[in-house]
């Protein structure tokens, strides 16, 4: 199957700074990916789908001006969470969908664990 | 997206027993797919769902789609440590893709 890549794995970053989490499809071309954060022992919940050449949409609640996304290539989809704070820690993780199949599984990153101190 | 309700939160099973997990919905479903999350690792996908009681297997996995398309199941037999995780059901976006996930079943074995 499709493989996506996320970097980097886990971060660590200091109260009021921002972390740039990037997700990578490496073997397809994605013009449609999204993001998901998922809290210790809950489930997923989607955050934005980002769009390749145009803006991302934002779910309900998800402050777009906190969490920049950008999707700048057919492989490529950055997640930037600005002026991060304690409560920003959490599982990031990106999906793709390879277009090219007829089932619409999604492939998912390995995610990136955030951690805000 | 369509909501969709998962039960049982969690579930400790004997190895080798069989089990189930359940998600649910109050309106009708396009599809429904199901994912396994390994502690500490990403969602993989297992399975979809699009019609009235299609029933699927995978080796000691059976997925069922109920015949008003409200509900799906998935059950595993024979229950071995390999099968610990999370698994969720999720439902997608008929134009948009997008996945609205059950709130996941976490699996423990007691070997």
Same mark, same amino acid.
């Given at each position: 199957? *499709?493989?996506v890549s996320q970097h980097p794995s886990w971060v660590i970053c200091k109260s009021g700074t921002s972390v740039k989490i990037e997700c990578r499809s490496l073997d397809f071309q994605a013009t449609t990916m999204?993001? @998901? /954060? #998922?809290?210790?022992? #809950?489930?997923?919940?989607?955050?934005?789908?980002?769009?390749?050449?145009s803006k991302a949409t934002y779910e309900q609640?998800?402050?777009?001006?906190?969490?920049? %996304?950008?999707?700048?290539?057919?492989?490529? $989809?950055?997640?930037?969470?600005?002026s991060a704070h304690p409560e920003d820690s959490s599982? @990031? %993780?990106? $999906? *793709? /969908?390879?277009? /090219?199949d007829y089932v619409y599984e999604q492939y998912f990153g390995p995610g990136t664990r955030l951690t805000v101190t | 997206g369509q909501q969709v309700m998962q039960i049982p939160q969690y579930q400790h099973v004997q190895e080798g027993e069989d089990f189930t997990t359940y998600c649910n919905s109050s309106t009708t479903l396009s599809n429904? !797919?199901?994912?396994? !999350?390994?502690?500490?690792?990403?969602?993989?996908f297992l399975i979809q769902l699009v019609k009235s009681g299609e029933v699927k297997k995978q080796k000691r996995l059976t997925f069922q789609f109920g015949e008003a398309k409200k509900n799906s199941s998935l059950h595993i037999t024979a229950t071995q440590t390999t099968d610990v995780g999370t698994y969720?059901?999720? +439902? !997608?976006?008929?134009?948009?893709?997008?996945?609205?996930?059950?709130?996941?079943?976490? +699996?423990?074995?007691?070997?």
């Open positions: 199957g *499709a493989v999204f993001w @998901y /954060r #998922q809290f210790p022992k #809950q489930s997923l919940m989607l955050m934005a789908t980002s769009n390749e050449g609640g998800v402050e777009k001006d906190k969490f920049l %996304i950008n999707h700048a290539s057919l492989t490529l $989809s950055t997640l930037t969470v600005t599982f @990031y %993780i990106c $999906s *793709a /969908r390879d277009p /090219r | 429904i !797919q199901w994912y396994k !999350q390994r502690p500490g690792g990403h969602p993989v969720f059901c999720a +439902v !997608q976006g008929s134009n948009d893709y997008k996945l609205s996930f059950g709130a996941g079943t976490t +699996v423990t074995v007691r070997a």
